[in-house]
T-cell receptor
């Protein structure tokens, strides 16, 4: 049973470009969470999605960031017009359901903005 | 808002000895979960142990155990018989259990654990 998959593992973008990060949850999981880890920091919650719904986006920056989890295909975290401060590791986690169910993490995508 | 504090940026221990990592948290909720995650150099987040707040018994997973003090809002991790493979960043995390959809984890800043051979 494959774990949570994230791609790409490393992404380099110039300032002003768009970054698209993909997350495929574990088989059977319909809940996805995105976290950001800045250098020397713990992970910060960004957004929680179920299929076709955003449940909690309290940790998402108000501008340039968006997330989706369509009925078919992976969850996408999209960052428009990237700036150097967006350089971080972005982790996706999935769970069978919300609430008490365990969140399983992917290997992360390291975004570097030059 | 909930906060998680790890006051030890770095800890060092001799192989085969015991080390305790500290974590405190702040919340007004009574029903929640606490976790310790390990992040080795590969950066993969690995769940080490979890504790339900309503359970008084401290969780144990092989060489890993916790000391959960609910009144003091303290949740420390004890690693016994430390092994070289235990070297990693360790993160304490909190999640409330209100059923209201606020399922995101709140993490501390981490403790870098060094194992001396």
């Amino acid at each position: 049973n494959a774990g949570v998959m994230q791609n790409p593992r490393h992404l380099v973008r110039r300032r002003g470009q768009e970054a698209r990060l993909r997350c495929s949850p574990m088989k059977g999981h319909s809940h996805v969470y995105w976290y950001r880890q800045l250098p020397e920091e713990g992970l910060k919650f960004m957004v929680y999605l179920q299929k076709e719904n955003i449940i909690d986006e309290s940790g998402m920056p108000k501008e340039r960031f968006s997330a989706e989890f369509p009925k078919e295909g992976p969850s996408i975290l999209r960052i428009q017009q990237v700036v150097r401060g967006d350089s971080a590791a972005y982790f996706c986690a999935s769970s069978f359901r919300g609430g008490t169910y365990e969140q399983y993490f992917g290997p992360g995508t390291r975004l570097t903005v030059t | 808002a909930q906060t998680v504090t790890q006051s030890q940026p770095e800890m060092s221990v001799q192989e085969a000895e015991t080390v305790t990592l500290s974590c405190t948290y702040d919340t007004s909720e009574s029903d929640y979960y606490l976790f310790w995650y390990k992040q080795p150099p590969s950066r993969q987040m690995i769940l080490v142990i979890r504790q339900e707040a309503y359970k008084q018994q401290n969780a144990t997973e092989n060489r890993f155990s916790v000391n959960f003090q609910k009144a003091a809002k303290s949740f420390s991790l004890k690693i016994s018989d430390s092994q070289l493979g235990d070297a990693a960043m360790y993160f304490c995390a909190y999640r409330e259990n209100t059923g209201g959809g606020a399922d995101g984890l709140t993490f501390g800043k981490g403790t870098h654990l060094i194992i001396q051979p």
